[in-house]
């Protein structure tokens, strides 16, 4: 019999593959044995070969490139280098990235903690002037307190607030390769080569607002307008920044010893006693 007899049969089979896991696929030595064995098909191995071949690569899964709207954001964590009162150090630096306008924003931290990741973004959004509408984050402990057997996440104390101050929507994943990935490793390499000195970490990020947009006048491949005229777009789709701002630190009840020492994170501080 024919092989376009047969066509049906065998497409429904290759259809079904995709969702299988590859070693449960059928080969084309596997097809061939059942159209012999259920079908009664008299032709050759080889007539099979050139039926299922474009037929499989046609039933590969594709990708589509991303599309970035204006007006959303992506936030992730680097690290970088310093000299700090004349020791060279690494520094966490969170990088909130624009993916429409490729704009992007760095601030250093002594340690990538849940304050700076709430803090990062709370001084982006006065930099860019506006909330974005969205910001995805891998799924870190600094942000997810707990994801329960739905899929759903339970946002720790600190980054509910920043989401409830700053009504953005959030979203939770594996990390990936999307735009702020590649910017994790493109703007520490900008902005901290040669490796900056200061007397503390507050002044890397007091850099001078030239260097801190040094690509404004470059033009992104396929789009039009430079880097430091698209944020414009991006900003009128932001949504508007709070009134009050909002304090990114960790707030919790204390008590002080009789040496004038509070405990918090298994370090003592001094106080006043008064």
């Given at each position: 019999?024919?092989?376009?007899?047969?066509?049906?049969?065998?497409?429904?089979?290759?259809?079904?593959?995709?969702?299988?896991?590859?070693?449960?696929?059928?080969?084309?030595?596997?097809?061939?044995?059942?159209?012999?064995?259920?079908?009664?098909?008299?032709?050759?191995?080889?007539?099979?070969?050139?039926?299922?071949?474009?037929?499989?690569?046609?039933?590969?899964?594709?990708?589509?490139?991303?599309?970035?709207?204006?007006?959303?954001?992506?936030?992730?964590?680097?690290?970088?280098?310093?000299?700090?009162?004349?020791?060279?150090?690494?520094?966490?630096?969170?990088?909130?990235?624009?993916?429409?306008?490729?704009?992007?924003?760095?601030?250093?931290?002594?340690?990538?903690?849940?304050?700076?990741?709430?803090?990062?973004?709370?001084?982006?959004?006065?930099?860019?002037?506006?909330?974005?509408?969205?910001?995805?984050?891998?799924?870190?402990?600094?942000?997810v307190a707990k994801i329960p057997g739905d899929g759903t996440r339970v946002r720790g104390t600190q980054f509910a607030g920043l989401q409830s101050h700053h009504p953005f929507h959030d979203r939770f994943g594996r990390p990936g390769n999307g735009n702020v990935e590649a910017m994790v490793g493109f703007g520490p390499r900008i902005f901290t080569v040669p490796i900056p000195e200061a007397p503390d970490i507050d002044a890397p990020n007091a850099m001078p607002p030239e260097r801190r947009h040094a690509r404004q006048d470059a033009i992104l491949r396929g789009a039009?307008?430079?880097?430091?005229?698209?944020?414009?777009?991006?900003?009128?789709?932001?949504?508007?920044?709070?009134?009050?701002?909002?304090?990114?630190?960790?707030?919790?009840?204390?008590?002080?010893?009789?040496?004038?020492?509070?405990?918090?994170?298994?370090?003592?501080?001094?106080?006043?006693?008064?």
């Amino acid at each position: 019999m024919p092989i376009h007899t047969h066509a049906g049969f065998m497409d429904e089979i290759l259809k079904a593959d995709p969702t299988e896991q590859k070693k449960r696929r059928h080969t084309i030595l596997r097809l061939f044995e059942r159209l012999l064995d259920e079908r009664g098909f008299d032709g050759g191995q080889t007539t099979v070969r050139d039926h299922v071949r474009p037929r499989r690569l046609s039933l590969e899964e594709g990708f589509v490139p991303p599309a970035h709207p204006p007006g959303h954001a992506q936030a992730d964590f680097g690290e970088a280098w310093a000299v700090l009162g004349g020791v060279r150090r690494k520094v966490h630096v969170p990088v909130v990235d624009l993916p429409w306008s490729d704009a992007i924003f760095l601030k250093a931290y002594h340690a990538e903690t849940a304050e700076a990741l709430c803090d990062g973004p709370v001084s982006a959004f006065d930099v860019f002037g506006g909330v974005p509408l969205s910001i995805p984050y891998d799924d870190t402990k600094l942000a997810v307190a707990k994801i329960p057997g739905d899929g759903t996440r339970v946002r720790g104390t600190q980054f509910a607030g920043l989401q409830s101050h700053h009504p953005f929507h959030d979203r939770f994943g594996r990390p990936g390769n999307g735009n702020v990935e590649a910017m994790v490793g493109f703007g520490p390499r900008i902005f901290t080569v040669p490796i900056p000195e200061a007397p503390d970490i507050d002044a890397p990020n007091a850099m001078p607002p030239e260097r801190r947009h040094a690509r404004q006048d470059a033009i992104l491949r396929g789009a039009e307008g430079t880097i430091g005229e698209r944020p414009a777009v991006d900003r009128a789709a932001f949504s508007a920044l709070p009134q009050t701002p909002f304090d990114a630190c960790d707030k919790r009840p204390g008590k002080v010893s009789s040496q004038a020492l509070v405990r918090c994170k298994t370090t003592d501080h001094s106080v006043p006693v008064a």
